[in-house]
């Protein structure tokens, strides 16, 4: 694996950008947030084992694609096509990661749409060769969601059990988005994970993520659910939250979920998977609340 060391002043020019409307625009932000950011700026690492450039501030920030909630569209709606093992696994499921896009995309509202039958998209569909398991064409069910999308949604998450795949000559894919309709669509043990969703809707924000480019559940797994300081001042720049709410907010889901708090965590999944959220997740959020709040 290669590994490529960034200086100070690269790491600064990702974060804030050499554009002077920008590097004013974050000047104005809150000392401890600025603090938070400015641990970027320490050498670090950049694990490159994927071909994926890394996106910059800059770059996120005059994407002509980069979508932002407007007043009258702050909402995501979550959208479940399939059957489930059982209606009680899948509705607790569905409050678990209600829960979590609450917190992680915080100040957005997250609401859900009545479950369809996979019938109803009227996608295409094929039984993988290699594994024999049912696959539906994750493009047909982007239309699909792009027919059922409220008025008032910033975007729609379709989310399923059944595998996907986005071309004949693809194996599977995790997940795919339509970034100008605002339509991600992913399987949803990635969800169970923690990150598919993240990946996805961030998409549709046109974040592109620091960690990015997973090739199986293993990989993605290893990934905790906490934003670099890039990505995080992307996102606070998409929605406009107070970093130290949006870690509160992170904070208090964790604690639901570990307490056992109905609807925090599938009890299904603690006894097949052990605790979803790792340990480390909340002590890296803790971490960073005490440079925020020094």
Same mark, same amino acid.
């Given at each position: ?12 020019? %990702? ?37 994926? %450039? ?29 059957? /489930? ?79 996907? /795949? ?10 795919? %988005? ?31 993520? =620091? ?33 130290? =709410? ?24 603690? =006894? ?23």
């Amino acid at each position: 694996m290669q590994i490529v060391r960034y200086s100070e002043q690269t790491l600064k020019i %990702a974060v804030i950008s050499k554009n002077p409307v920008l590097v004013s625009q974050y000047e104005k932000v809150d000392a401890g947030e600025q603090r938070l950011m400015n641990e970027a700026f320490q050498p670090a690492n950049w694990i490159t084992s994927h071909p994926e %450039a890394p996106q910059d501030f800059e770059q996120f920030f005059s994407h002509p694609y980069r979508k932002t909630p407007s007043p009258d569209k702050r909402s995501i709606y979550i959208q479940s096509i399939g059957k /489930y093992c059982t209606r009680i696994i899948s509705e607790e499921y569905i409050k678990w990661l209600t829960g979590y896009c609450k917190a992680y995309f915080y100040r957005l509202r997250v609401k859900l749409l009545k479950p369809v039958p996979v019938s109803t998209t009227r996608c295409s569909f094929r039984v993988n060769e290699n594994t024999q398991n049912l696959q539906i064409h994750a493009g047909d069910i982007l239309k699909f969601l792009k027919k059922k999308k409220p008025e008032d949604a910033f975007c729609v998450v379709g989310i399923t059990m059944i595998d996907l /795949y986005p071309r004949d000559l693809w194996n599977f894919v995790f997940g795919q %988005a339509s970034l100008t309709d605002g339509i991600p669509f992913l399987e949803l043990c990635m969800v169970i994970l923690g990150m598919g969703k993240v990946l996805e809707t961030g998409h549709i924000f046109n974040l592109f993520l =620091e960690i990015w480019g997973f090739f199986h559940l293993e990989e993605a797994d290893r990934h905790p659910l906490n934003l670099g300081p890039i990505c995080l001042h992307k996102l606070q720049c998409a929605i406009g939250f107070s970093i130290v =709410e949006r870690y509160k907010a992170l904070v208090r889901w964790i604690d639901d979920e570990s307490s056992g708090t109905p609807g925090a965590t599938p009890e299904h999944s603690r =006894e097949d998977n052990g605790n979803l959220v790792k340990p480390e997740w909340k002590e890296w959020i803790i971490k960073c609340l005490t440079v925020l709040q020094k």
